[in-house]
Structures are given as structure tokens and as C-alpha cells.
């Protein structure tokens, strides 16, 4: 049972317990008796006190340090090198295809003299087109990371808001803030509202039963 069910049960159980105390003290007085104090009514006690202690342990504000976060959610951090590799993989493509482009122009230039002027001329505008060509492939390439990055941050947030719902309806937290030393609107934040540790506990073990399994 959360705490906001628990807190339900127990502000029923009061004010049953109340307008019992009431009906008792517009009784005749003859029929008055001394309050004695029943299991019921020690069971309501315990429950306020638990539902106290609850409430103390479960602030309703809480925050997460950012950089914390996507420095140890392992989800986090293979996009990254998944994004990282391809990027490299991409921008070697394009540095091979450039050096081939830069060793053709090289190889015109020696043997231009030696060219007719239509023969130039054709060269010329075959070059022009090869060079229009990896500036093209070089902005397609460039979009596609992007939009790759786009797509893995938007997974990203997904994951940790849909957690962050779950975590808050389980410990009654009505707001979770996020801190980044240097860029954040939280100046000082008591140390028993971080709950950095947990979430990033609690990401990692749903993004390890999300991973397949490795095959042996």
C-alpha cells in the first residue's frame, strides 16, 4: 500500500474515530462512561506515527544531479560510443573518399598541360561535380548523426521520465528537480533530497532486463 493509500486509510479511520468521540460527548450524562482505549484506536496511533516517519523519509520534492546521471546510466552511455563509433566510422568514409578526391586533382594538374582544352574542360567539370558530391555526402552524413542523437536522447528521456513516474507515485514525490553544478536553478539542495543514486540504480537494473540475453 503507498503512502497516499495509506494516508486515505488513515484520515477515514480518524475522522470515523472523531465523529465517534462526538456522538460519546452529546450523550445524557448519566449514560457518559470513561474513554478506554481500544486496540482500534491504538492501531489508528501507530498508523499516524508510521505514516509521519513515512512522510519524513519520503520528502515530496527531490532532485537528481544531471551530470551524475548520464555519466553512470549505462543506457547513457552506450548511445553515446554506439553515436561515437558511427561518427568515426562515418567521418573516415569521407576522409578516404577526400584524400582519393585531393590525389585526382593532384594527378590533373601534373598531366593538364599535356590535355587538350576540351579535354580540360571535361576534367574540370567532372571534378567540380565529384567535389559537389562530398559536400553533399559530407552534410547527408552530418544530418544523419544528428538526427540519430535527436532520436536517442528523446529514448533517453523517455526511459528516465516513465521511471521517475513510477519511483514518484511509489514514494509520494510530488516534483523531481534536476541539478547541474554551474548551470542549475538550485543554488543548495540538502543532501537527503538527492536521490541520484537510486534512480540510476533503478535505470540500469530495467535497462540490464531490456538488454537480450548474451548468447553463450
Known amino acids: 500500500m503507498n503512502l497516499v493509500k495509506k494516508l486515505l486509510v488513515v484520515v477515514v479511520a480518524s475522522a470515523a474515530f472523531t465523529a465517534c468521540k ?7 450524562a448519566g449514560n457518559a462512561t470513561a474513554p478506554v482505549e481500544t486496540e482500534d484506536s491504538l492501531a489508528t496511533a501507530s498508523d499516524d506515527t508510521t505514516l509521519e516517519a513515512s512522510a519524513q523519509a519520503n520528502p515530496e520534492i527531490v532532485y537528481i544531479n544531471t551530470d551524475s546521471l548520464v555519466s553512470n546510466y ?3 552511455v552506450d548511445a553515446k560510443a554506439r553515436l561515437e563509433t558511427k561518427g568515426q566510422r562515418l567521418e573516415r568514409d569521407l576522409r578516404a573518399k577526400a584524400d582519393a578526391f585531393q590525389r585526382e586533382v593532384g594527378q590533373y594538374q601534373q598531366s593538364a598541360a599535356g590535355l587538350t582544352q576540351e579535354q580540360r574542360a571535361s576534367t574540370e567539370e567532372r571534378l567540380a561535380q565529384k567535389q559537389q558530391q562530398l559536400g553533399n555526402q559530407q552534410q547527408t552524413a552530418s544530418n544523419q548523426l544528428a538526427k540519430d ?6 529514448k533517453i528521456y523517455e526511459k528516465v521520465e516513465a521511471y521517475l513516474k513510477k519511483l514518484s507515485q511509489e514514494r509520494g514525490y510530488k516534483m523531481v528537480l534536476s541539478y547541474t553544478r554551474g548551470n542549475s536553478s538550485i543554488l543548495y539542495g540538502d543532501a ?3 536521490i541520484t543514486k537510486d534512480v ?7 535497462y ?5 540475453a548474451a548468447k553463450k
Open 22 to 28: 462526538n456522538d460519546q460527548s452529546t450523550a445524557p
Open 74 to 76: 549505462q543506457y547513457f
Open 149 to 154: 542523437e535527436n532520436e536517442e536522447m528523446k
Open 192 to 194: 537527503s533530497l538527492d
Open 200 to 206: 540510476i540504480a533503478g535505470l540500469n537494473e530495467e
Open 208 to 212: 540490464k532486463k531490456s538488454k537480450p
